[in-house]
């Protein structure tokens, strides 16, 4: 199994494989596996990978976004939670978001908001919110996802609600008060469909390394997704 870099390298020398076949070698194990331990290792150290901007060009040639994707079918939670980290972490990245925003990805995101684990909810609303744009917006603060966050910011779990509270006032509009009762900030009236607040998200994601940096580590501060898992692989 080649998991680990240190595995990796025990089975073929120190100087026998780079970073790009390295990766190629987790998505291979990660399909051809039959064990259910090391398919979400493997996942999790893609993921992982997928938070270092250097990895961004190797995982787009090696097709992992789509990888990652798929696994969001799988019946195992663990490599849900793991694959909906990675596509938090590889958003940032502007070739990345595009395809993620052409393939029906803020719809499949969006249905994630439904599951009850903790890391899927807060990974499903972090990438919501890396994906705004002034063209995605309404899609992303649709009515449905607006009811859901309203929901999750009565949450008792700190972490959903302070997240939920962060998207409905950057995205929506609305802002939540002590009582836990929501107003609209807008100058601007609430559509029936969606939120209409016309301010551009704080988080949009600009295609400058800078903010793609600022942006990553606020994504890993909040979800803190397979680095609670697996420990990071760094060459």
Known sequence: MFSTKKQLIKKTGKHGVGRFNFLQQLVTEYNVTKSRDAKEQVIANLANFAYDPINYDYLWRLKVIDLFFSALEHKNKNIVSFAIGGICNICLNPLHKQ???????IEIISSLLTRSEESIILSSITTLMYLN???????????????????????????????????????????????????????????????????????????????????KQTNIETNEIAHASTSTITF
């Open 133 to 215: 744009t002034p063209d995605t917006k309404n899609i992303i603060a649709s009515r449905t996802n607006t009811e859901r966050m309203l929901e999750f910011s009565k949450s008792t779990n700190s972490r959903i609600k302070n997240l939920a509270d962060i998207f409905l006032q950057d995205l929506c509009g609305i802002k939540q008060n002590k009582q836990s009762t929501s107003t609209i900030t807008s100058d601007t009236e609430p559509s029936t469909s969606n939120c209409t607040n016309t301010d551009i998200n704080q988080i949009t994601i600009e295609d400058t390394s800078n903010t793609q940096s600022e942006d």
């Open 99 to 105: 395809y993620i925003l052409r393939n029906n990805g």
